[in-house]
């Protein structure tokens, strides 16, 4: 009897291992030969169990649409696009997706969108949402395409800088049919000769939320800064100027917590002017009652200094560190995650202060608009290093440590933790940093670490208590692809589609976790 029960624990055991081997799966699409090895890509999603890849070569653009063995279904060139565009991004819900793009003709950028079902075909004729005149030509987009986390409101919004005392912002609100509910033109006093906005966010009510900051490239840090809402059907403006006396704040981030109708400002800081990074600044602000409810700054431990400073000093642990996601939490609480990133080139290394603020929203300015982000290359919106190449020079790429800190609802770090890695490559970034994949019981993070000269694709994974558990190297990992997960993108609860180099050519996995 006893020895039933030994082999019938021993037969749960083995079957509980080849479950979970099984559990995760990898299927690769086939590389296209005929496109060109230097296009653009972007990931669309999952629409009814289909995988829409978008890719463009030069002037040509085209929807890949794959089956769950991410075999070829259907490709679809878009005929409907002009020879040359500016940007194109996508909205996706269960059974078709709004793709959204603007093009310049002669003296006139365009804001168009479009419909699109799951095999990649336009179900629409392009909608005009917007035009610009312009005495200029421009590679970089003026329109911002922000959508609520429930997909239920859409908005488009430009930026007229042409006065240095104000701005003007106008927004057009769209429901997810891409009905016209609201178009609107709002005024933003910029009373500081350096002042910017950025951190842009659409909350579920149609409501509009950002940031407007006051700092320069001389100063390096940001002394001055307002939250800045704007309710849906109206031009009014709510400011909450947030009190940061003696800090100095680098990096910062809007998110929105829709569930308790709240808005997070986040912000590394230190406490002189380029000095190192002390810790992080919270500011929340309650939707409800139009009322601060924290105003926190979080100084780093000794502790978390060590654990996280990898070839840095104690002191400058953080200096290297930028924040890459914020999670909410029903309860209140946040998780705030960053990665330790910075590159050298012969002669010097680059840090925070060589691309000051590191915002994707700060593109520049061109002709009197806000221009957003700068020309993508294989499939990235933004890079956060400074651009010191030449034909001289050999830029190498590093992507090391990632701290995670989880937040109570009253913003006071209730655990902390950090995932040890190193990596780095030269004259490209595109296999570096991670892919974080939220399946609501624990983040898991995917990130290449090198093996006898080859990239291989690792797990690891954090609880809601900040305990990090370390997978086995991921099964069926065909040899020749290097992934790409700083691109992926999660389409399911524990599903993603990461992107990869074939012999030069770009492909796509679909990885089961």
């Given at each position: 009897m006893f020895t039933n029960k030994i082999l019938i624990?021993?037969?749960i055991s083995i079957f509980s291992c080849i479950t979970n081997i099984n559990a995760q799966k990898i299927a690769y699409s086939e590389p296209d030969k005929e496109e060109a090895r230097n296009g653009n890509f972007e990931i669309i999603g999952k629409l009814n169990n289909q995988f829409l890849i978008y890719k463009n070569f030069r002037n040509s653009y085209y929807i890949y649409s794959y089956n769950n063995q991410m075999e070829l279904v259907e490709k679809n060139k878009l005929d409907f696009l002009p020879d040359r565009i500016i940007d194109a991004n996508f909205i996706t819900y269960q059974s078709f997706a709004y793709m959204f793009y603007q093009y310049q003709k002669r003296n006139i950028i365009y804001s168009m969108g479009i419909k699109i079902d799951a095999n990649g075909k336009n179900i629409s004729e392009p909608i005009q949402l917007d035009s610009t005149e312009v005495n200029f030509n421009t590679n970089n987009k003026i329109y911002t395409i922000l959508v609520s986390e429930n997909k239920q409101k859409i908005m488009s919004l430009k930026i007229n800088n042409k006065s240095e005392k104000y701005h003007i912002i106008k927004t057009i609100l769209l429901d997810n049919n891409l009905n016209l509910t609201e178009e609107n033109f709002t005024s933003i006093d910029m009373p500081e000769r350096n002042d910017f906005l950025t951190g842009f966010q659409l909350d579920n009510d149609g409501d509009l939320v950002f940031v407007r900051a006051a700092g320069n490239a001389q100063n390096n840090n940001i002394n001055h800064l307002s939250l800045i809402t704007k309710h849906a059907n109206s031009n009014q403006l709510t400011t909450s100027i947030l009190p940061i006396k003696n800090l100095y704040l680098d990096n910062i981030t809007v998110k929105i917590d829709n569930y308790n109708k709240r808005y997070l400002t986040t912000s590394f800081f230190s406490k002189q002017k380029r000095g190192n990074i002390e810790g992080l600044y919270c500011y929340v602000w309650d939707k409800t009652n139009s009322k601060a409810i924290m105003n926190n700054t979080s100084t780093f431990s000794e502790e978390l200094r060590n654990e996280a400073k990898g070839e840095s000093t104690t002191k400058s642990a953080f200096n290297d560190y930028y924040l890459k996601n914020i999670i909410t939490r029903i309860d209140g609480g946040f998780i705030v995650i960053a990665e330790s990133i910075y590159s050298s080139y012969r002669g010097g290394m680059n840090n925070r202060w060589d691309n000051w603020n590191n915002s994707p929203y700060w593109g520049g300015m061109s002709g009197g608009y806000y221009t957003y982000g700068y020309a993508s290359r294989m499939g990235s919106p933004w890079y956060p290093w400074g651009?010191?190449?030449?034909?001289?020079n050999i830029t190498r790429y590093y992507a090391d440590n990632i701290l995670m800190l989880s937040y109570d609802s009253s913003a006071k770090i209730d655990w902390t933790n950090v995932i040890i890695k190193s990596q780095y490559d030269d004259d490209s970034d595109e296999k570096l940093n991670y892919t974080a994949i939220n399946t609501g019981t624990d983040i898991k993070f995917l990130f290449n670490l090198q093996e006898r000269r080859n990239w291989m694709l690792n797990e690891q994974a954090i609880s809601n208590e900040g305990q990090i558990s370390r997978s086995p190297t991921l099964k069926n990992l065909e040899r020749g692809y290097e992934f790409m997960p700083k691109?992926?993108?999660?389409?399911?609860?524990?599903?993603?589609?990461?992107?990869?180099?074939?012999?030069?050519?770009?492909?796509?996995?679909?990885?089961?976790?």
């Open positions: 624990t021993i037969t651009d010191n190449n030449s034909f001289n691109f992926a993108k999660q389409v399911g609860s524990k599903q993603i589609i990461v992107p990869c180099l074939y012999r030069g050519y770009v492909c796509f996995a679909k990885i089961d976790l």
